[in-house]
């Protein structure tokens, strides 16, 4: 099976599928959450340091002399003095000239944002004077006797908090996926150790000598309804099917004697010329009755599980001339050999009742045909006899017992268990048998065999 059909078509495979993909959406969309409110908090606390920073540096410069008070400023902050290259000032008067500069901006070359309101700072990003880049805010602010606003801007450079928000986004991302998968991990473990009983069932009613049973106990309350229906439903399977099985053994058995005790009395009185040719007729009938009982009983006994096969190398075409015979109307292509891992006294009963049913049933006078052959390290063995009776809606009936085409059948020394023998027979050798027509023509089909080589390898 593949994995697309196991995941879309069994309980298991669709428990999973929607709990990883929900976990996945859910992962997502709390990795999305937090980091758009992170970045938000990080770039809202440089934006809190940069507005506190700028209106106390206002409020010194409206202090005159503004020289002095400049100089005071790059006193208390190196940085505005030069020599580094993190905070940077610039003030335009209205006409956008350059009125003051940090020693750290001595070329004025900060950028000047357009559309700063009075009491309303202004956040903008903008490139450094070395480039870098960097985070800004403007303000309005007067300097004493001056009755036209001038604009303030002061700026940082951002990279040591983009790198920051960077590694907290890498963690974030980490944490998520870590915990997205041992969400994940915990959904199987959960999902196996609820559908355990479910697998054991399966593995249970895979077992011919046990009767399948759902353990009540560990399943969910949910599904406790459906095993006790279950559960009774395979008790009166398993039921019908060993009273089956027990009254066609009891059946044969019982039978077996009074059937000695006939054949013992016939031979007897076929002493008596006169009576021989009924006495024929009757043995013939006891026969017929002999083989039906015994194939009453091998079917009993393999599909109930108490015979099994005794597998050895053989080679199958000695066994299948043995089955042939001398019948000139057979046409047969095989192999010089053709050694398979077999049990030859089952698969010898299998060849004898396909060989008998192609001679029964071929048309008179026309041809069967057998064929051997090897594909891909495989035997199909192949019987054809010529079936002008039979129609599609025949072949579904093949392996069912005393099943017969025509009632004129009832009267032939066969008993309709020769297929349906057969089949256990194949499907306890674990091979296949299935029968198709074909203008006309009835062929059987047995295999695939394993070729011994390929069983070695």
């Not at 980091?35 to 507005?51: A, E, N, P, T």
């Not at 960077?166 to 969400?183: D, I, N, P």
């Not at 009185?269 to 024929?280: F, G, H, K, V, Y």
Request: aromatic share 6%; with cysteine; charged share 25%.
């Amino acid at each position: 099976m593949s994995w697309r059909n196991w995941l879309l078509r069994s309980i298991h495979g669709r428990l999973l599928l929607t709990l990883c993909v929900g976990l996945s959406l859910l992962m997502a969309l709390m990795f999305v959450s937090l980091d758009y409110s992170i970045d938000r908090k990080i770039y809202q606390r440089l934006d809190d340091d940069l507005l506190q920073r700028a209106r106390g540096i206002a409020a010194l410069l409206e202090t005159p002399p503004t020289d002095v008070a400049m100089a005071r400023l790059q006193t208390l902050h190196p940085a505005y003095a030069g020599g580094g290259h993190t905070e940077y000032l610039q003030v335009w008067d209205a006409e956008g000239r350059t009125l003051v500069v940090s020693g750290s901006n001595a070329a004025g070359r900060l950028e000047l944002p357009s559309g700063v309101k009075a009491n309303e700072p202004l956040f903008y990003d903008l490139a450094l004077p070395d480039d870098h880049r960097g985070r800004a805010v403007a303000l309005r602010l007067l300097f004493p006797g001056t009755s036209t606003p001038a604009t303030l801007a002061v700026a940082e450079e951002r990279e040591h908090v983009d790198r920051f928000e960077r590694s907290v986004h890498v963690a974030l991302l980490v944490g998520v996926l870590a915990t997205a998968l041992s969400a994940a991990l915990l959904a199987i473990i959960t999902v196996r150790r609820g559908l355990r009983p479910l697998l054991a069932f399966g593995e249970a009613a895979r077992t011919p000598d046990e009767t399948p049973h759902l353990p009540q106990k560990q399943l969910p309350r949910e599904l406790t309804p459906f095993a006790e229906a279950l559960n009774g439903a395979f008790d009166r399977l398993h039921e019908g099917m060993e009273r089956e099985r027990r009254f066609s053994r009891d059946v044969a058995h019982e039978l077996r004697t009074p059937l000695a005790e006939m054949r013992a009395a016939l031979e007897v009185a076929q002493r008596d010329p006169a009576r021989s040719m009924s006495l024929d007729n009757a043995n013939a009938a006891i026969d017929r009755m002999q083989r039906c009982i015994d194939s009453l009983l091998a079917v009993s006994s393999y599909e109930s599980g108490l015979a099994q096969p005794e597998l050895e190398p053989m080679d199958l075409v000695p066994l299948l001339r043995r089955s042939m015979g001398a019948d000139a109307r057979l046409d047969a292509a095989l192999p010089a050999e053709a050694w398979v891992q077999s049990d030859p006294a089952l698969l010898e009963r299998v060849l004898d009742n396909l060989m008998v049913n192609a001679r029964e049933y071929a048309a008179v006078g026309s041809r069967i045909e057998v064929s051997l052959a090897k594909s891909q390290g495989q035997w199909l063995l192949r019987i054809g006899n010529t079936a002008p009776e039979l129609t599609e809606a025949d072949l579904p009936h093949f392996g069912q017992r005393f099943w017969r085409k025509s009632p004129a059948r009832e009267a032939t020394r066969h008993g309709g268990l020769g297929l349906a023998l057969a089949g256990t027979l194949a499907a306890v050798l674990s091979t296949g048998l299935r029968f198709e027509l074909r203008e006309g023509v009835l062929w059987a089909t047995l295999g695939p065999l394993p070729d011994i080589e390929s069983i070695s390898a």
